[in-house]
């Protein structure tokens, strides 16, 4: 399995970012689907989260009401679109899947729930 993330780069405060986060050579469906992200120094936290079964998405209140994360079954790939972002959302920007896991809002996902990740795609917003 594969996951392959694009769609990072320098923004100024504000501005808008989206990223990707393509399947390679395998269907989505079966999978929760995770953004996470690790800021210089800080431990790696989700964001947003795609449970599996109900589709359900949720976000961590840090990005709530900014970002939005969708999802797309026909091209096997999820996207993470970030708004107003702040110099606080300077980060590593991870995509990450497990299969079959249901999740809510609540508790926030942790890493060791999710085997499969992506490489990773930069973000800096700063002035």
């Known amino acids: 399995l594969r996951l392959v993330e694009s769609g990072g780069g320098l923004v100024q405060p504000g501005g808008s970012l989206r990223l990707s986060c393509a399947a390679d050579?395998?269907?989505?469906?079966?999978?929760?689907i995770a953004w996470f992200r690790r800021a210089p120094g800080k431990e790696r936290e989700a964001v947003s989260w795609i449970s599996y079964g109900d589709g359900g998405t949720h976000y961590a209140n840090s990005v709530k009401g900014r970002f939005a994360m969708s999802r797309d079954n026909a091209k096997d790939a999820v996207y993470l679109q970030m708004n107003r972002l702040t110099p606080e959302d300077t980060a590593t920007y991870y995509c990450?899947?497990?299969?079959?896991?249901?999740?809510?809002?609540?508790?926030?996902?942790?890493?060791?729930?999710?085997?499969?990740w992506g490489q990773g795609t930069e973000v800096t917003v700063s002035a």
């Open positions: 050579g395998f269907a989505l469906d079966n999978y929760a």
């Open positions: 990450a899947l497990s299969s079959g896991l249901r999740l809510g809002p609540v508790p926030i996902p942790g890493r060791r729930s999710f085997g499969t």
